[in-house]
């Protein structure tokens, strides 16, 4: 299943150790011809690859714990044809398989660049904490296109703002 990728149970123990803060940002462009988007990302971050197989821009603000987590992510359909109620079950059935609890707070349908999707977010109970989720899913006449923040409750707000300024400068190409 492709589409299961983004449901990773190492991921969700990783970011639970990646819990910091998202200070105002100044953001600059990121291109990479891999990538069928162009997005300004905040300044100072740091890219991370968590060998997930996972295609697209991972980064945390920090090199250490605690840090805010923002991933931008893709894959090619293949022919198939998800939708955001789908992979949404499969990202919701992947947390609680890891023994977390995950409860949604919040659905919309939101239109990222020229691409309308749908946001849910999340407060995820591990034993090792809580943090707090934004996840959209958008399906393109490609790609399946998965963008997530996860931080800790107290900085949330902020490092949520933070990340609606990279979603707005979402342009796909």
């Given at each position: 299943?492709?589409?299961?990728?983004?449901?990773?149970?190492?991921?969700?123990?990783?970011?639970?150790?990646?819990?910091?803060?998202?200070?105002?940002?100044?953001?600059?462009?990121?291109?990479?011809?891999?990538?069928?988007?162009?997005?300004?990302?905040?300044?100072?971050?740091?890219?991370?690859?968590?060998?997930?197989?996972?295609?697209?821009?991972?980064?945390?603000?920090?090199?250490?714990?605690?840090?805010?987590l923002?991933?931008?992510?893709?894959?090619?359909?293949?022919?198939?044809?998800?939708?955001?109620?789908?992979?949404?079950?499969?990202?919701?059935a992947?947390?609680?398989?890891?023994?977390?609890?995950?409860?949604?707070?919040?659905?919309?349908?939101?239109?990222?660049?020229?691409?309308?999707g749908?946001?849910?977010?999340?407060?995820?109970?591990?034993?090792?904490?809580?943090?707090?989720?934004?996840?959209?899913?958008?399906?393109?006449?490609?790609?399946?296109?998965?963008?997530?923040?996860?931080?800790?409750?107290?900085?949330?707000?902020?490092?949520?703002?933070?990340?609606?300024?990279?979603?707005?400068?979402?342009?796909?190409?």
């Amino acid at each position: 299943m492709p589409f299961m990728k983004f449901a990773r149970p190492a991921l969700l123990l990783t970011a639970l150790s990646l819990t910091g803060i998202a200070a105002a940002q100044t953001l600059v462009t990121y291109s990479d011809p891999k990538l069928p988007f162009t997005v300004k990302l905040p300044q100072g971050w740091l890219g991370v690859d968590f060998k997930d197989g996972t295609s697209g821009v991972s980064i945390v603000s920090a090199k250490a714990p605690p840090a805010t987590l923002m991933r931008l992510l893709f894959v090619d359909k293949a022919g198939g044809k998800p939708t955001p109620e789908g992979e949404f079950k499969k990202f919701e059935a992947g947390i609680k398989g890891t023994g977390a609890t995950v409860k949604q707070t919040a659905s919309r349908t939101m239109k990222i660049g020229a691409l309308s999707g749908v946001e849910r977010s999340y407060t995820l109970t591990h034993p090792k904490g809580q943090l707090k989720m934004r996840v959209w899913y958008g399906v393109g006449a490609k790609n399946l296109y998965s963008f997530q923040l996860t931080d800790t409750p107290a900085r949330f707000a902020q490092a949520s703002a933070t990340f609606d300024k990279v979603l707005a400068s979402v342009k796909f190409k």
